[in-house]
């Protein structure tokens, strides 16, 4: 069964930064992706940024490209990073981070996202 933990959220001010690590558990094939997701209050859940396990295709939302980075862990494979910089109020939400099998050389978002964490809240307020 595959288990996903996050941690990493936080409060900070306008302008600062966080990193998000996610770490899979229990994967069985090579060919997955790691995404990060978001819902803020009355929002839908949308897709912040994610990373595929093959190629390393990776993709930002456009609302966070040149602000977020997401990398693998180059010794823990199955972890996963999503640095956060200049961040701003309409960042703040739960992020969650989930995985999903892709098939080999596809992008990260072809994945079915199906296992999920617990969510980590990302606060943004002076």
């Known amino acids: 069964q595959v288990q996903v933990v996050e941690s990493g959220g936080g409060l900070v001010r306008p302008g600062g930064s966080l990193r998000l690590s996610c770490t899979v558990f229990?994967?069985?094939?090579?060919?997955?992706?790691i995404a990060w997701f978001r819902q803020a209050p009355g929002k839908d859940r949308d897709v912040v940024s994610c990373i595929s396990s093959t190629d390393g295709d990776t993709y930002y939302a456009d609302s966070v490209k040149g602000r977020f980075t997401i990398s693998r862990d180059n010794y823990k494979k199955n972890t996963v990073y999503l640095q956060m910089n200049s961040l701003k109020s309409e960042d703040m939400a739960v992020y969650y981070c989930?995985?999903?099998?892709?098939?080999?050389?596809?992008?990260?978002?072809?994945?079915?996202?199906?296992?999920w964490g617990q969510g980590t809240q990302v606060t943004v307020s002076s």
């Open positions: 989930a995985t999903g099998k892709i098939e080999y050389g596809s992008a990260c978002l072809g994945a079915h996202f199906g296992s």
């Open positions: 229990g994967f069985t094939t090579p060919y997955y992706a």
